[in-house]
């Protein structure tokens, strides 16, 4: 059974930086591109982040571009999202997914385009 757990939530104040891990069992997840979502209260679910089944391309929203940085290490079957520069509107439920195949696209922000979700962890950020 395929599952996604994600981990490293919590409150910061802005400006403040946080490091998010999302740790796959039931299957190789170097096989498949992977994403990090986020939903607001009220929101509709966006991508934020994803990166290529090897790990040689990425993609952000533009909203977290030159502040977040994905990274994946497929030994460990865990991706992560480094979150620097901290804002108020970065509060939300994050989620990481597992996509349907080895390559994210121009449709990675997609949620259509994934196929397994973890529980998400909440991130908070204080003014």
């Known amino acids: 059974q395929v599952r996604l757990v994600e981990s490293g939530g919590g409150q910061v104040q802005a400006g403040g930086s946080l490091r998010l891990s999302c740790a796959a069992s039931g299957y190789t997840s170097g096989s498949n591109c992977m994403g990090w979502f986020r939903q607001a209260p009220g929101k509709e679910r966006e991508g934020v982040a994803a990166i290529s089944a090897g790990g040689g391309e990425t993609y952000y929203a533009d909203s977290v571009e030159g502040r977040f940085t994905i990274s994946r290490d497929n030994a460990k079957n865990t991706v992560y999202l480094l979150m620097n520069s901290l804002k108020p509107e970065d509060t939300a439920m994050y989620y990481c997914?597992?996509?349907?195949?080895?390559?994210?696209?121009?449709?990675?922000?997609?949620?259509?385009?994934?196929?397994?979700w973890g529980q998400g962890t909440q991130v908070t950020v204080s003014s």
């Open positions: 997914a597992a996509g349907w195949s080895s390559w994210c696209g121009g449709g990675w922000s997609s949620k259509f385009e994934y196929s397994y």
